[in-house]
T-cell receptor, first 115, second 111 residues
Framework: DTGVSQNPRHKITKRGQNVTFRCDPI?????LYWYRQTLGQGPEFLTY????????KSRLLSDRFSAERPKGSFSTLEIQRTEQGDSAMYLC?????????????FGNGTRLTVT | GESVGLHLPTLSVQEGDNSIINCAYS??????FIWYKQESGKGPQFIID?????DKRQGQRVTVLLNKTVKHLSLQIAATQPGDSAVYFC??????????FGAGTILRVKS
């Protein structure tokens, strides 16, 4: 399978704990995005990278959230001091910049439950 | 699987009928639009896209129509099948290739 891979698929954590998610994009894609999706809503943009550079962060991304893409390949999203409101599906997507039409290809997400 | 779309609009169609899912977008400067299908427990799956310099694009069993005058996008699915049952999202591209998603529509196909 050469699609976007996310791990873990599910994470249950207690409030106040830190969690880290990993995303492996499609190998030739140079852009990587993180989105968050809550029940009954469309995905909401959090941040994106072009290669290793983080180019934009949403106002949704509080200072408890940090994302990295150190070598321009896989990315991690860390949430510190989790809160119950962080419970959501965290989706990663990748695309190839330079193409006129470059749809985002999504992984199957990491579902976070904060108890 | 998860239960999504508790408050999303729902379209119910009979198997074999055609489906039309509508979407209103917000940014008149958006230049690229995409339809995604999302099944329970999975990420959004690309269906079809269209650039703003077009008003219609066809794929296999799917057609996207774009009306920039009223900022309206529609997805037509021909001969709807049970496997088409899912939540459908339209998305518009803002600067930086960032996509902004609409609220979604549940499609239920009755056999």
């Amino acid at each position: 399978d050469t699609g976007v891979s996310q791990n873990p698929r599910h994470k249950i954590t207690k409030r106040g704990q830190n969690v880290t998610f990993r995303c492996d994009p499609i190998s030739e894609h140079n852009r990587l995005y993180w989105y968050r999706q809550t029940l009954g809503q469309g995905p909401e943009f959090l941040t994106y990278f072009q290669n290793e550079a983080q180019l934009e962060k949403s106002r949704l991304l509080s200072d408890r959230f940090s994302a990295e893409r150190p070598k321009g390949s896989f990315s991690t999203l860390e949430i510190q001091r989790t809160e119950q409101g962080d419970s959501a599906m965290y989706l990663c997507a990748s695309s190839l910049v330079g193409q006129a039409n470059s749809p985002l290809h999504f992984g199957n997400g990491t579902r976070l439950t904060v108890t | 699987g998860e239960s999504v779309g508790l408050h999303l609009p729902t379209l119910s169609v009979q198997e074999g009928d055609n489906s039309i899912i509508n979407c209103a977008y917000s940014n008149s400067a958006s230049d690229y639009f995409i339809w995604y299908k999302q099944e329970s427990g999975k990420g959004p799956q690309f269906i079809i896209d269209i650039r703003s310099n077009m008003d219609k694009r066809q794929g296999q069993r799917v057609t996207v129509l774009l009306n920039k005058t009223v900022k309206h996008l529609s997805l037509q699915i021909a001969a709807t099948q049970p496997g088409d049952s899912a939540v459908y999202f339209c998305a518009e591209r803002e600067y930086g290739n960032k996509l902004v998603f609409g609220a979604g529509t549940i499609l239920r196909v009755k056999s």
